[in-house]
């Protein structure tokens, strides 16, 4: 949809023109999907932890938002276990954040790479939201 600067009758219609242009853009932030970063645990209890960042996705897609889960797909063919391999992981995530909405931070405990990831946000200021592992918000900080 184009919108008009002039009425029916051909005059120009600031007012109107303006209103209309308001709501083309709102239309358009509607369908825009939010894309989110997943931080949640990876080290540690690896099978578990790889679970629940499944179902923290699978949950992100119900809220109308487009997950970004980077301890899901770099463990795929970079180890864990090799420091300069996990660093490159969290540089690359952190590349991936940048470009995100929001930050959702799940669970009850922050591990050494979250806390990375989330003074990343706090310095971007891309805002940050906190949930439990059962994927209900806490409004803050885990204790």
């Given at each position: 949809?184009?919108?008009?600067?002039?009425?029916?009758?051909?005059?120009?219609?600031?007012?109107?023109?303006?209103?209309?242009?308001?709501?083309?853009?709102e239309e358009k932030q509607r369908k825009k999907k939010k894309i989110v970063f997943i931080?949640?645990?990876?080290?540690?209890?690896?099978?578990?932890?790889?679970?629940?960042?499944?179902?923290?996705?699978?949950?992100?897609?119900?809220?109308?938002?487009?997950?970004?889960?980077?301890?899901?797909?770099?463990?795929?063919?970079?180890?864990?276990?090799?420091?300069?391999?996990?660093?490159?992981?969290?540089?690359?995530?952190?590349?991936?954040?940048?470009?995100?909405?929001?930050?959702?931070?799940?669970?009850?405990?922050?591990?050494?790479?979250?806390?990375?990831?989330?003074?990343?946000?706090?310095?971007?200021?891309?805002?940050?939201?906190?949930?439990?592992?059962?994927?209900?918000?806490?409004?803050?900080?885990?204790?």
């Amino acid at each position: 949809m184009s919108v008009n600067k002039f009425n029916a009758e051909g005059y120009h219609d600031p007012t109107v023109y303006e209103a209309l242009t308001n709501i083309e853009k709102e239309e358009k932030q509607r369908k825009k999907k939010k894309i989110v970063f997943i931080c949640s645990p990876f080290a540690g209890d690896i099978e578990g932890n790889t679970r629940r960042a499944r179902r923290y996705g699978r949950f992100a897609v119900t809220e109308k938002a487009v997950p970004i889960i980077p301890h899901l797909m770099y463990p795929q063919f970079l180890e864990e276990d090799d420091p300069e391999e996990r660093q490159l992981g969290i540089d690359m995530g952190l590349v991936l954040l940048s470009k995100c909405h929001e930050l959702w931070v799940f669970g009850n405990r922050i591990s050494s790479g979250m806390s990375v990831e989330i003074a990343r946000a706090k310095r971007w200021n891309i805002p940050i939201r906190y949930f439990t592992n059962e994927c209900e918000e806490t409004g803050g900080v885990p204790r």
